[in-house]
């Protein structure tokens, strides 16, 4: 398995005074669920459509299994992309459509039925052949701008956010789907959207990008669970920031003061320096406890429950603790909003779970 | 309501009423026995029309029209397409100041372009005729032709360009089988309607073409003489059946062989 199979070496791309991407430098590994996330205007998009050849970067260089595209137009690269619009070609039907892009590539009239066939049935569009794109929902034309770009084989597949346009049902069995067929085929895809959940659920790995630069690269559950700075633990899932300041360092750990709060020592994985004031820590609702009764949890504090919302599989709890002038968020499988009397609670916090962050 | 609905139906008769009479009374007298327009019809005759065929002046200026019509119309469709392909897809440095450039022709009085030309043409010394006739309806027709085009392109999904791209064809391969068949129905309209331009234009041709009359100034020099005008009618009614076919022709070609999908593609271009 080569580990640097894409390798995006220093690329820039400036719109006139904007830097769309921003001196961002990484690998992809061959075979790879890659997902690039951010908000819209992050640069993702745009470093998708470097990889693709619609955009040449302002500095750096682009390499694809060991030869360098830079320089490449779209047509000489190994590079195939699936767009958001899907951009069905309207006056082809689909069997020409997935046809298009096989005339260069010097294959027999057999070795084409062959690979049309197979990549309708791989996306289960046997039947839809004489279709035109007007005539499929938009799960169809899905899938045939996926056999399209599949059908030539390529090293790579470019997806720009291809489940946006469909409802939420067919979002997460598409999800489900394009997961298991690329751990069936082996290609390695590079796919975009600013959707947090669909990127940490789908992915081998995610980049998380905003203004133009990578603020954390890892695998999924190292997004959730250890982010490297209040951009990414903001962005993946929901969090409750408490202002802190550290003391001093005690081996892995160190002290810190939370406001309102009082001392305490937390894992400092990030190795935050002594004496900071420019920190906060991280709490994620879920890996709070609620209780109607006291707890002998590190933390515990008495609460007012301010607002809830029940969400069928969980019910979320916005609290106000005395003291700490700021409404927390926890959530919990075990009490609905129907749980507790004079909406009094008692919530309770691990050091284990506190993540401490570094601000800009 | 009801009252309403009657004077639109009188609005409408007297509009289309003023629109068509004076047209229909071309074929009529071309099939009246007499050298002059005037009622009552003194009885019926295709002699006009047989006279159309001894006409060899007419069948020159007819070719000669033909000719200057379908290189101006080709010519400025290319042009045109290619001007309104930059100015719908792409954003550059002096793009108002070249659409302005280009829509000049249509905005200046015809005459003072006819002129122009006039004025150039021979100061080059060059000889008139129908090349400089053909340069001025290239001129005049282009922005015409770009105007259909924008409107054509403007809703055009330029990301269907990048997939042809993405599957490996390159720019020209992207343009002859992508983006060609989709701006077709545009294409055609911007053909024929430079044709028709081209075909019936009276003043550059007048200033420009000399010797060599086009089928306007061919009808224009024979309303000098009485007794030629009855086959100028003839001709004038002849005319008017052939645009009209061309204009069906046109509407017929845009949807032959396609499936409903691909019309409403159609006609969203």
């Known amino acids: ?360 | 309501m009801n009252e309403k609905n009657n004077s639109l139906l009188v609005y409408t008769l007297i509009y289309f009423g003023f629109l068509y009479i004076p047209v229909l009374f071309l074929p009529i007298f071309s099939f009246n026995d007499a050298n002059y327009m005037s009622f009552p019809l003194a009885g019926f005759t295709t002699d006009h029309y047989e006279e159309m065929w001894s006409k060899r002046n007419l069948h020159k200026a007819l070719w000669a029209s033909v000719k200057v019509g379908v290189v101006a119309s080709v010519v400025s469709t290319a042009i045109a397409l290619l001007a309104a392909k930059a100015f719908v897809r792409y954003k550059f440095r002096g793009q108002n100041v070249s659409y302005g450039a280009i829509m000049m022709p249509f905005l200046i009085p015809e005459i003072i372009l006819a002129v122009s030309i006039l004025i150039i043409w021979i100061n080059l010394g060059f000889p008139l005729g129908l090349v400089p006739v053909t340069i001025g309806h290239i001129l005049f027709c282009t922005p015409f032709a770009m105007l259909i085009l924008i409107a054509r392109i403007e809703g055009f999904d330029f990301s269907l360009e990048e997939a042809s791209r993405d599957l490996g064809e390159n720019a020209w391969g992207t343009f002859y089988r992508v983006s060609l068949p989709l701006y077709l129905p545009g294409i055609i309209a911007a053909l024929l309607l430079s044709f028709i331009i081209s075909f019936d234009e009276f003043i550059l041709a007048f200033f420009l073409s000399g010797s060599d009359a086009t089928l306007p100034m061919y009808m224009w020099n024979q309303m000098r003489f009485v007794k030629k005008l009855p086959h100028v009618l003839a001709l004038g009614a002849v005319i008017i059946v052939f645009t009209t076919f061309i204009v069906l022709l046109a509407f017929w070609l845009r949807n032959v062989g396609q499936g409903k999908e691909k019309q409403d593609i159609a006609i969203k271009l």
């Open chain 1, 1 to 360: 398995m080569n580990e640097n199979f894409i390798q995006i070496n220093g690329i820039s791309k400036h719109f006139g005074n904007v830097k769309a991407v921003d001196d961002v430098s990484f690998s992809i590994k061959e075979g790879e669920f890659f997902s690039l996330l951010g908000p819209s205007g992050c640069g993702k998009t745009t470093l998708l459509r470097l990889l693709a050849g619609f955009e040449y970067p302002t500095n750096g260089n682009l390499l694809i299994d060991g030869s360098d595209i830079t320089a490449l137009p779209p047509d000489k690269r190994p590079t195939n992309m699936v767009f958001q619009n899907y951009a069905i070609f309207p006056h082809i039907n689909v069997e020409q459509n997935i046809k298009f892009g096989l005339r260069k590539l010097g294959l027999t009239d057999d070795e084409i039925k062959k690979r049309v066939d197979d990549v309708l049935a791989l996306v289960k569009l046997e039947g839809y052949e004489e279709r035109f794109s007007g005539q499929l929902s938009g799960g169809q034309r899905q899938r045939v701008a996926l056999a399209r770009a599949l059908v030539r084989q390529p090293k790579v597949l470019l997806l720009d956010e291809p489940l946006g346009a469909l409802d939420k049902k067919l979002r997460d069995e598409m999800q489900l789907e394009l997961r298991t067929l690329q751990k069936e085929i082996g290609i390695t895809f590079v796919f975009v959207t600013h959707d947090q959940q669909e990127a940490i659920s789908m992915s081998d790995r995610v980049a998380v990008m905003s203004e133009g630069k990578i603020q954390q690269l890892s695998a999924p559950n190292e997004l959730y669970k250890n982010p490297e700075n209040i951009f990414v633990s903001d962005f993946i899932g929901e969090t409750n920031f408490l202002k802190a300041s550290t003391k001093s360092k005690d081996g892995d750990q160190i002290n810190v003061a939370i406001e309102d709060l009082g001392d305490f020592k937390v894992k400092n994985n990030l190795n935050i320096p002594e004496n900071s004031s420019d920190v906060v820590c991280s709490v994620r609702p879920e890996s709070m406890m609620i209780s109607r009764d006291k707890s002998d949890w590190d933390i515990c504090l008495e609460a007012k429950i301010n607002q809830t919302s029940y969400l069928g599989e969980m019910t979320r709890f916005y609290v106000e603790v005395s003291g700490i002038n700021k409404v927390i968020t926890v959530s919990s499988q075990h009490f609905d909003n129907q749980s507790f009397d004079n909406n009094t609670c008692f919530i309770s916090i691990s050091l284990e779970d506190i993540s401490l962050l570094q601000k800009k």
